[in-house]
């Protein structure tokens, strides 16, 4: 089945820093790719579509300075929590798809702690 | 896309049938139902779709409604590794592919 690879699988880092998650289809070309991110006993929340060479289009309410998204390849697709504070702590998850499927295929997530 | 409604918890005995049920009573036509689960700190998982008629697969059984208005998800035999949540999604096969997910069902399958 299609995999879907997702780096780092925990990152801890300080107030003000900014942090980057990769996520990376392995077998196919990721088309489109979603990015989410979940608090603790809730439910998955989007954030953002991004398309390959085109620019992401967010989720009302998502700040898009603050969440970089870039999907520069058919195959890589990075988001960029810039500036983290410790409310952006979660673990976010990609997906991705590629043209003439139906079906979202999920990274393993990414926690993210920020002191 | 419709709203979906599911219990948010439901358990199941090891070996028996899990049915997990879906209310999507404003479901449009062109909208496909899907199920997904998210085992403990994981990404989810695809299990299985279905516009009209019931599906099959490997890992699941999807009955529709005629009125298409609810859905179940059967495991058929459930174990314990089957213990997560299970989101169930009405979405159009066109476009963005935008896949929202909400409250979703945690079944427990206990021993």
Not at chain 1, 68 to 90: F, K, Q, R, Y
């Amino acid at each position: 089945g299609a995999v879907v690879s997702q780096h780092p699988s925990r990152v801890i880092c300080k107030s003000g820093t900014s942090v980057k998650i990769e996520c990376r289809s392995l077998d196919f070309q990721a088309t489109t790719m979603f990015w989410y991110r979940q608090f603790p006993k809730q439910s998955l929340m989007l954030m953002a579509t991004s398309n390959e060479g085109s620019k992401a289009t967010y989720e009302q309410g998502v700040e898009k300075d603050k969440f970089l998204i870039n999907h520069a390849s058919l195959t890589l697709s990075t988001l960029t929590v810039t500036s983290a504070h410790p409310e952006d702590s979660s673990f976010y998850i990609c997906s991705a798809r590629w043209t003439g499927t139906e079906k979202l295929f999920f990274g393993s997530g990414t926690q993210l702690s920020v002191l | 896309d419709a709203k979906t409604t599911q219990p948010p918890s439901m358990d199941c005995a090891e070996g028996r049938a899990a049915n997990l049920p879906c209310n999507h009573s404003t479901i449009s036509g062109n909208e496909y139902v899907y199920w997904y689960r998210q085992i403990h700190s994981q990404g989810p998982q695809y299990i299985i779709h279905g516009l009209k008629n019931n599906e099959t697969n490997e890992m699941a059984s999807l009955i529709i409604t005629e009125d298409r208005k609810s859905s179940t998800l059967i495991l058929p035999h459930a174990t314990l590794r089957d213990t997560a949540v299970y989101y169930c999604i009405v979405r159009v096969n066109t476009g963005g592919f935008k896949t929202i997910f909400g409250a979703g069902t945690r079944l427990f399958v206990k021993a």
